[in-house]
């Protein structure tokens, strides 16, 4: 502030040397115009308290606070004044800012008739400027909160250091929410986060829903995690009776299994790292580990111990048993898990075995918690080959289903016994014409077509 | 393709005015500084910029040499810089340190920041805090609207998203006014304004003050009627897969400021090819707004119509084969081209489409639009999770369920979340709460004589029976919003009907005969009645905030001119390619011309990355 008192006084007393111009009056009748919106506009604060649930009652009970000044940055546009050198080239450039770098020509002025641009690209710092100095600050301290908020929309000058009561302070903030511009919201949060203790501030602002989510977005910009962190649990302690929001229980329980989980990746890095480098075992030589198991989620850290720790016993940390118990995995998710990990490795005999349960008479039955054709879908994605596809291929319920797939992956076998079963002889005569001249599946199509137990529905 | 239009479709005003307007003006602010200077240049301004100006433009004004910002030290040695940059504090902090480390290595440097769209108070006091408001000068460029193409206008601010809707700030809410107010001043003035949606509400209010402030002058309108929507309106159509060919084509190769880069694969060379997409390319402007399903008879086609006329070759004499030559090679060549880029980009498509099992997808998607065999889709979204196939697409599809569904049941809630965290990592809770708090994924909230009911049938019969007649109290008790949306509004086409992809007989063919976009359906809807009346329990389902205003110029409206006819939508929020084909497809119809404004173009995939909270 003190170093820009020198620009400031060159500033304003060469300001005098201006005279009345129109735009002062322009400058008057929008005021008028301003304050009459005001008014009307306080009217209807009166009387629709109760509108919208962002403009809430003000209170009126807060005591004023001491405030810091938030016009430094008026003062600095001064420094800007060099803006005007070229009419006036006895002020001395004290500061080395850029030339003109305010200006009132628009280019707008380019396409006459188009408004748009020069209110809103050009900031006109002009009007104010212009004024003697005593004068003008007359006028900066008879502006309403609402006249600031309009102006600061306009992005003209404004000084929001004189608004020092509480009182004044939530009116700018009640009127920026108003305007629905979300710029201003923030300006005037800065201001209020500068002059108000943040007990008051965050009391104020628990009422105050869109300017607190404006609060909270700025601090988050400004990484003041400090601060962000003291709102919300502020807040949450102001929620918790009426939602429970992210800190469920349940919520806590994930985060309980993930901290669980990196106990355990920290175990089987370092241990599956020793090993490593040991070249002892032979898994991690012929396929070396790609990446740390480190902060990868759960599904990957199993598909990880189903791939070089399967068969552990379920003691081991890396057991894949053992991670699905302690992380309550669903069955599906586990099989699926397993699936491709040993499908990977092609370690088909572990699939056999994974989808093998014995019933009480003893035999034997393939069975899965996902669809045998999903399963085939990732069999087949892992290069399976043809007699392994087809094993699972056959374990399709859906005949459709069952013998599209066998047509797809080339399971000869299947569709020939699928339409056999239809009892379909001109299917199976088309499908003759798919299979390879001379193959044993030609043969079995034609045995079958031969041969007379069959009564062919066509 | 040849689609004929009710009448004579009317001519779209000439928007290129607006790439002239924005290069004067940053010709303009860059001649404030006057001298060498270097341009530093926010990533994501690149390619706007790239579409109005060139880098001769850049040096003609004394910019020596460019750069992107990166958020390192900077080696420019240049006593002038200046940045171009969105109104970001991260990006205003960047370059306090530059200037900062500049003054204490006793370098003396001009700064100059030019902020675009507009500058925000919050940028500036980071400016003052560090010292430099004043050492470093600040401008704006109002560089508010990209045309990407004849009928779409961009923003392009896709934080616009999760800004507005996932943070409840309204930083840009004026910034589209005044994009609202730019083109109102030089296409205008507006007839009617319709709009829903509380954003688009602010907006209109921020436009109207901004159009009081000013003086408007009498012209001669080339816009009728506008239509604002915000995003969260409709979720649904911009989480349905695309099947459009350029949604297709930004859903697989994500099209960037209507340009779009073909890897190798399509190419089938080594290099990569950037290729502007839009209505100056000819073969594209066919295929854009087709079925998938139509494209590729119709490059084929095309391409026999290529072979027939270079074959025409065969059997000329010298001067026809001049003429040949000079007046037909250069354009064959040119369709030849695009043509085989197209049809490479078209195999790409299938090739990744197959793969991803695309038709079960669309089938799950279909599915959950009708309503139709919940189950069977809960378990698809289950195996997705579970084989840990795209993060993205998992989050798409549960999304979907939960809107159609109006929530998931809260047993279905916790077992498909843990299983998510399980697969993609528990730091998705964040993403979890993002997702909730837009109402995208939420857990249905039980009644309580249901629940009792629920655990006493449950006890009596197994697991998966108790989950199909949860499924049927539940809906009993609560109708699903969009359900009810669509009966009203008849979005989904009964099924058992065989729909003609080729002749499309209503907007629903973007979605292969599936489901009518929501957001086009009201536009469509409001524009029949030429109003909101009528249509009181679709908006109370929509949680209102819709409106309408006849514009001032009244004597403008009687005089039916071919502007009437022309409609201006703006989606806050971002659009899709999708349902900018509907929109065409419903002005031919109909005998409009839309202009789709967009704060962005968006797709599923940006939409669920702007709400992912494992990044933080």
Not at chain 1, 62 to 81: C, D, H, L, M, Y
Not at chain 2, 185 to 191: A, E, H, R, V
Not at chain 2, 246 to 262: N, T
């Amino acid at each position: 502030m003190m170093k820009n008192k020198p620009d400031e006084e060159d500033y304003w007393n060469s300001s005098k040397f201006k005279a009345f111009t129109f735009d002062d009056e322009d400058d008057e009748f929008s005021r008028l115009k301003e304050s009459k919106q005001a008014v009307n506009s306080i009217r209807s604060l009166v009387e629709e308290e109760d509108d919208e649930d962002e403009v809430e009652k003000v209170s009126w009970s807060g005591e004023p606070v001491g405030s810091i000044s938030w016009s430094v940055r008026e003062t600095a546009a001064s420094n800007q004044k060099t803006q005007r050198e070229h009419a006036f080239p006895k002020i001395n450039a004290s500061s080395p800012s850029v030339s003109r770098s305010h200006s009132g020509y628009s280019l707008s002025s380019l396409f006459k008739g188009e408004s748009a641009l020069s209110e809103s690209s050009v900031k006109l710092y002009a009007p104010e400027l212009r004024k003697p100095k005593s004068e003008s600050k007359d006028y900066i301290s008879d502006w309403s909160p609402e006249e600031t908020i309009h102006r600061m929309q306009q992005g003209k000058v404004v000084s929001l250091e004189r608004f020092r009561s509480l009182q004044d302070k939530l009116l700018l903030l009640d009127f920026s929410v108003r305007a629905h511009d979300g710029n201003i919201i923030t300006a005037v949060l800065i201001h209020l986060k500068r002059t108000l203790s943040k007990e008051v501030l965050f009391r104020e602002l628990e009422s105050r829903q869109t300017a607190l989510r404006h609060f909270i977005h700025y601090l988050t910009e400004i990484r003041d995690h400090r601060l962000l962190l003291e709102l919300l649990s502020k807040r949450r302690d102001f929620l918790k009776s009426c939602l429970n929001l992210p800190f469920s229980p349940e919520e806590s329980a994930h985060v309980q299994d993930h901290y669980t989980l990196l106990e355990r990746q920290i175990i089987i890095e370092a241990t599956d790292r020793l090993a490593e480098h040991a070249g002892k075992v032979e898994i991690f030589q012929k396929f070396p580990r790609r990446a740390s198991i480190l902060n990868m989620p759960l599904i990957t850290t199993l598909y990880y111990c189903c791939f070089y720790h399967y068969n552990e016993p379920e003691g081991t940390y890396s057991s894949p048993l053992n991670i699905r118990h302690t992380f309550r995995i669903s069955e599906k998710q586990y099989f699926v898990t397993v699936l491709a990990a040993r499908a990977k490795l092609k370690a088909w005999s572990d699939l056999d075995a994974l989808f093998t349960s014995r019933n009480w008479l003893g035999f034997t039955k393939k069975k899965s918690p996902l669809s045998f054709h999903r399963v085939v879908d990732i069999l087949q994605k892992n290069s399976a080959p043809t007699q392994v596809l087809q094993e699972y291929v056959g374990l399709v319920d859906d005949a459709d289903l069952r013998i599209g797939l066998a047509q797809k992956h080339k399971c000869h076998d299947i569709v020939i016994n699928t339409y056999r079963d239809l009892k379909d002889r001109q299917l199976l005569l088309g499908y003759r014409g798919k299979v390879e001249r001379g193959s044993a599946e030609e043969r079995k199509i034609n045995d079958l077509l031969d041969s007379p137990h069959i009564r062919w529905k066509n | 393709m040849a689609h004929s239009g009710r009448r004579d479709s009317p001519e779209l005003p000439d928007f290129s005015l607006l790439k002239r307007l924005a290069r004067d003006q940053l010709i303009y602010l860059l001649e404030q500084l006057p001298g060498k200077k270097d341009l530093f240049i926010e990533a994501d301004l690149m390619s706007p910029l790239d579409r109005i100006a060139n880098v001769s433009t850049l040096k003609q004004h004394e910019v020596d040499k460019l750069y992107k910002v990166e958020y390192k030290p900077i080696i420019s040695t240049s006593d002038q810089v200046c940045f171009l940059i969105r109104p970001r504090i991260q990006t205003v902090k960047w370059i306090c340190d530059v200037a900062n480390a500049d003054k204490a290595a006793g370098k003396f440097r001009r700064y100059k920041i030019i902020f675009t769209p507009q500058k925000f108070y919050a940028c500036e006091a980071v400016l003052e805090e560090q010292g430099l408001f004043g050492d470093v000068t600040t401008d704006e460029w109002a560089f508010y609207l990209l045309p990407l193409d004849d009928d779409i206008i961009s923003l392009e601010l896709p934080e616009f998203f999760r800004d507005n809707f996932l943070a409840g700030d309204q930083r840009w809410v004026r910034t589209v006014g005044s994009a609202l107010h730019l083109l109102h001043s030089i296409y205008g003035p507006f007839s009617k304004i319709y709009g829903i949606g509380r954003c688009a509400k602010m907006a209109y209010e921020s436009w109207k003050e901004q159009v009081e402030e000013g003086d408007t002058k009498a012209r001669q309108a080339e816009i009728g009627n506008a239509f604002l929507i915000d995003r969260d309106v409709d979720y649904i159509t911009p989480l349905c897969s695309q099947v459009v060919y350029e949604g297709l084509v930004d859903d697989i190769f994500r099209i960037k400021c209507g340009c779009v880069e073909f890897g190798h694969d399509v190419t089938s060379s080594d290099k990569s090819v950037k290729v502007m997409l839009n209505s100056q390319d000819k073969v594209f402007s066919e295929i854009r707004n087709e079925h998938f399903s139509n494209v590729f008879s119709f490059l084929s086609q095309k391409a026999r119509n290529l072979q027939t006329a270079y074959d025409k070759r065969r059997g000329m004499d010298i001067k026809q084969m001049k003429t040949f030559v000079s007046e037909e090679l250069k354009g064959l060549k040119q369709e030849h081209r695009l043509l085989s880029l197209h049809i490479g980009a078209c195999e790409s498509i299938m090739k990744k489409k197959t793969k991803q099992d695309f038709q079960e997808l669309l089938k799950t998607e279909h599915s959950l639009l009708e309503g139709f065999e919940i189950r069977e889709c809960i378990s698809f979204i289950e195996e997705h999770i579970n084989r840990q196939v795209s993060m993205i697409e998992s989050l798409r599809l549960l999304c979907l369920l939960s809107i159609t569904e109006n929530g998931l049941l809260p047993k279905d809630f916790r077992a498909l979340k843990a299983q998510y965290l399980q697969s993609y990592g528990v730091d998705h809770l964040l993403t979890f709460a993002n997702l909730r708090q837009l109402g995208l994924l939420v857990e249905q909230q039980p009644g309580e004589t249901l629940t009792v009911m629920e655990s006493k049938v449950g006890k009596l019969v197994n697991d998966k029976t108790a989950g199909k007649l949860t499924d049927a109290f539940s809906s009993l008790a609560k109708k699903s919003h969009f359900r009810a949306l669509s009966r009203k509004l008849n979005l989904v086409p009964k099924s058992d009907e065989e729909y003609d992809l080729r002749v499309p007989r209503d907007m629903a063919y973007i979605f292969s005969g599936a489901y009518i976009p929501l957001s086009c359906k009201l536009i469509e809807q409001v524009l029949e009645r030429d109003s909101w009346t009528g249509l009181e329990e679709v908006t109370k389902l929509l949680n209102g905030h819709e409106f309408a205003f006849t514009g001032s110029n009244g004597a403008d409206l009687r005089a039916k001119s071919d502007a009437q006819r022309i409609i201006l939508v703006m989606f806050l929020g971002g659009c899709t390619f999708s349902e900018i084909s509907a929109l065409r497809f419903l002005g031919r119809e109909r005998g409009y011309k839309f202009i789709v404004v967009t704060t962005a173009i968006t797709n599923s995939s940006r939409l669920i990355e702007a709400l992912l909270g494992n990044k933080v």
